[in-house]
């Protein structure tokens, strides 16, 4: 669901997506990963994203803090027509995607990270085998999901045992398009399947930016 005007960064982008169609030029896609991971480009994930495009990544510490994890991710979005993340970093690209007026697509999103975060608070070893530290503040710095001034795609599967894809489901139905997949897990393992949906997704979401511009 859209407001029914425009904000600056959703003149902006299309302006520039248009710019692209005309002349040909690929869409660039910022991929942001999740809590305690990385971002690795031979990753099957990446690999079907460049389906739709130039795929980019960010490498974000999510122990730093809300406001330094967004600044990083919404620095390396500046040049990009669509953010993509997982879990955390789909909470992520929720709040990049609506400060910089970017669509956004969220797999198995975090919706609550005061919630969700507070299982790691302590002393952890993260997936590229660093020592990391979490604590509270930390955890409470994050805010909800954004569900203001966004265009977005939330693809769940019933599977994800990490986070609540009915709880999810019920608070963003009505807010951002949304599909339940069967089965699958946290990782969100159907990406492949999914690529017609989100081409879909996107084509919506420069046609109703250009209705709102008219």
Do not use: W
């Amino acid at each position: 669901m859209l407001a029914s005007y425009l904000t600056i960064g959703q003149v902006h982008y299309l302006h520039k997506i248009t710019n692209k169609l005309l002349n040909g030029l690929t869409m660039r896609l910022l991929y942001i990963h999740g809590f305690a991971s990385f971002y690795d480009p031979s990753k099957s994930k990446i690999k079907i994203l460049k389906n739709l495009g130039e795929v980019a990544g960010v490498d974000i510490d999510y122990c730093g803090g809300f406001d330094t994890a967004f600044k990083k991710a919404s620095d390396a979005a500046m040049t990009c027509d669509l953010v993509v993340g997982t879990s955390m970093g789909g909470f992520m690209a929720s709040h990049v995607g609506a400060a910089l007026g970017i669509p956004f697509i969220a797999l198995n999103p975090a919706i609550a990270p005061k919630e969700s975060l507070l299982k790691y608070v302590g002393s952890f070893t993260d997936y590229s085998g660093n020592e990391k530290v979490l604590d509270e503040a930390t955890v409470a710095s994050y805010p909800d999901f954004k569900t203001v001034d966004g265009c977005g795609l939330i693809l769940l599967e019933s599977g994800d045992d990490v986070i609540d894809p009915k709880r999810t489901f019920a608070a963003l139905d009505g807010i951002y398009h949304i599909k339940m997949v069967e089965g699958g897990s946290h990782r969100f393992s159907s990406l492949s399947e999914q690529v017609e949906e989100i081409a879909a997704f996107i084509h919506n979401a420069e046609m109703i930016y250009g209705l709102h511009s008219n």
